[in-house]
């Protein structure tokens, strides 16, 4: 079972919580700088040492032995940026089986530990990763400074190379006009802000991404406990809002979901935006309570199912636009249909 | 310490806040925190009336503190230095915002501590090692059958009710003799992992 197909607290607002550490071996140039040789000494260096710690827990995939569609479904998954998806220089990746704990192996630094977790768990993402960082660290050769802390190959993620993310859902704010204000407050509080798919993405669906900007000055821990606090204002506010939207527009708002899940529902031919936000909808409609709408994990599995990269994967050849609307209108309105039936026995 | 709150939960947020120009601070747990602080006006938190909806912007985080270290002052570089492990020059990064390897932190290190006061507020990195308080390790873990039968098992002993620790003890062995002469369950996890891809 992926994490993704599992349960979390407050998935009414939120999609998921990602942690990530920032780490390099001592002796080692930074990834950009780094010879093809040198390339796959350091990866065999780190891939020997998971295995060493764990050797049956992950499993290794080298990004240059892929093709363009099983990248894309990676970084749809968010377990590789998208810029990576046409890196020249040969990364891996060592994942897990339900792929909540993964190592990126030289992005912009030699090692991304990452954790990654239905709804809002800080927690246990935090707990994840770091014990992942913590046991790398006694058989490989970090660098860490005495004043500085972990050494990254950028400035700003140097110190404790924390970072720690969540994905949100939250057209209650947006339809109240808050999310501009809300968004400028977090950017003063040293909080970064971005679209669904990360850095210099739009926001898409009603989706926000909030991750801590400071990685130096305090501990991993004080910045996921601070991260925790805004986190729990916001989803709260998310959630009056959404109340207040219904209380003052009752009709309309059920008119708008019950539209987007019989699109979904009926719909030949439908595009990747206008899917992703019609579930956005029906996750709506879901965390209102709304009768006969699928759970959290099904939108979320079916959100990554219908991805550019991952409808071919799943298709198994390359499908050019139109072809993709039709496999992504037909996967979702079996699903659909299936779940109606499955309610009915 | 306990918190300041509940007195009952280890504290493991320090809570500062600013009302009026007075600032305080509070150790507090992170169920207390999270459950009363943030809408009690006694934090400094202005809760969120719903006629403010239509007004402008009424969201502070008083919970959030930037670093505030002392900042480093008059730093200049000099430009032909280059770094002895790899090579690059403080021009090459201001260029691709990315430093060459680990020692270029040693080689520019006066520059980098006015450049981390910007980003971060501060340029020292805080290594207190604090063991995560408000988290349950084992919980992360989910135990196997057998591992929980073990530990009620233990359980058992200490409360000398051996008649039931007798059966656990029975259930464990016969647990441990499936799961070995079961070659179903290697193949199984054998499989699983192959088709994870999907
Ligand atoms: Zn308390
Ligand atoms: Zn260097």
Redesign the pocket.
């Known amino acids: 079972m992926s994490w993704y197909e599992e349960h979390g607290a407050d998935q009414d607002v939120v999609i998921s919580t990602r942690v990530r550490f920032a780490r390099n071996i001592k002796g080692y140039?930074f990834p950009h700088l780094l010879n093809s040789e040198k390339t796959a000494e350091l990866t065999n260096e780190v891939v020997t040492a998971v295995q060493r710690l764990d050797p049956k827990s992950f499993h290794m995939v080298e990004l240059n032995s892929m093709n363009l569609i099983d990248k894309q479904s990676l970084a749809e998954r968010h377990l590789i940026s998208p810029q990576l998806i046409n890196s020249k220089q040969n990364k891996s990746l060592l994942i897990n089986q339900n792929e909540d704990l993964s190592v990126l192996i030289l992005d912009e630094d030699h090692l991304r530990i990452q954790a990654i977790k239905a709804g809002f768990s800080p927690d246990q993402a935090f707990v994840q990763a770091k014990n992942l960082a913590v046991a790398l660290e006694s058989v490989l050769e970090i660098a860490c400074d005495q004043e500085f802390g972990y050494l990254t190959a950028c400035p700003t993620n140097v110190g404790t190379g924390l970072r720690i993310s969540a994905l949100l859902h939250v057209p209650g704010l947006e339809y109240l006009n808050q999310l501009k204000y809300m968004i400028d407050s977090l950017r003063r509080s040293g909080f970064t802000v971005r679209g669904y798919y990360g850095e210099g993405s739009s926001e898409q669906g009603q989706m926000l991404q909030i991750s801590n900007q400071i990685t130096l000055g305090k501990t991993d821990q004080e910045l996921v406990n601070q991260f925790k606090t805004i986190l729990s204002v916001f989803i709260k506010q998310e959630r009056e809002a959404r109340k207040h939207w219904y209380e003052r527009e009752q009709i309309k708002l059920q008119d708008k979901i019950y539209r987007s899940k019989a699109i979904l529902s009926n719909a030949y031919l439908i595009g990747h935006e206008e899917a992703f936000n019609c579930l956005s909808d029906v996750r709506l409609g879901r965390a209102l309570g709304f009768e006969g709408f699928p759970d959290y994990t099904d939108i979320l599995t079916l959100t990554y199912l219908i991805g550019v990269g991952s409808i071919q994967k799943k298709e198994g050849q390359i499908l050019n636009s139109e072809q993709r609307d039709i496999a992504r209108a037909k996967l979702i309105k079996k699903y659909f249909a299936d779940f109606i039936n499955n309610k009915d026995h | 310490m306990l918190c300041e709150k509940c007195h009952i939960n280890e504290a493991n947020i320090s809570v500062k806040t600013n009302i009026h120009g007075v600032t305080k601070t509070y150790q507090l747990c992170s169920e207390c925190a999270q459950k009363q602080g943030l809408f009690q006006s006694g934090f400094g938190f202005e809760s969120f009336p719903m006629s403010n909806y239509l007004g402008q912007a009424l969201f502070n985080f008083p919970f959030v503190t930037l670093n505030n270290q002392p900042k480093t002052i008059g730093t200049q570089i000099d430009k032909s230095i280059r770094?002895p492990?790899?090579g690059?020059k403080y021009t090459d990064f201001r260029k691709t915002g990315l430093?060459?390897?680990p020692?270029?932190y040693s080689?520019f290190h006066d520059v980098i501590c006015s450049m981390l006061d910007q980003i971060h507020g501060g340029h020292i990195h805080n290594d207190t090692q604090i063991v995560p308080q408000n988290i349950d390790v084992e919980k992360v873990k989910p135990l196997t059958e057998i591992e929980q039968l073990k530990s009620e098992l233990k359980e058992k002993v200490q409360l000398e009710q051996y008649e039931e620790a007798a059966l656990i003890r029975d259930k464990i062995k016969e647990l441990t003799a499936a799961e070995k002469s079961n070659p179903a369950n290697n193949i199984e996890s054998e499989i699983e992992s192959e088709g994870d891809e999907k």
């Open positions: 140039k | 770094c492990a790899c690059q430093f060459g390897c020692e270029c080689t």
